[in-house]
């Protein structure tokens, strides 16, 4: 578990850098999610798409459109209460 959190605190915080200020293709993120499903491999030595599948829900490491997603809609709410940018 604590190479789980360490993945979601420091792999995801990296690859999840900048992503609300440029724009990804689909197989971009195929790309990075395909990382994470390789880390979780390695973390846990399951082989089959179902099985990976459930233990990211287990350990809440959620898709990478669902990461990037949240972060963008975090990144234009802070714009939105940021004063300089409203009248």
Request: aromatic share 10%; proline share 0%.
């Amino acid at each position: 578990m604590v190479t789980v959190e360490l993945l979601k605190s420091y792999c995801l915080a990296f690859m999840l850098y900048c992503v609300e200020a440029i724009s990804l293709s689909s197989g971009n993120i195929r790309s990075l999610d395909n990382c994470v499903n390789r880390a979780m491999y390695r973390i846990f030595g399951s082989c089959d798409k179902s099985s990976l599948e459930f233990l990211r829900m287990c350990v809440k490491v959620d898709n990478m459109t669902d990461l990037i997603q949240r972060k963008r809609d975090k990144f234009v709410d802070q714009l939105i209460h940021d004063g300089r940018f409203t009248k």
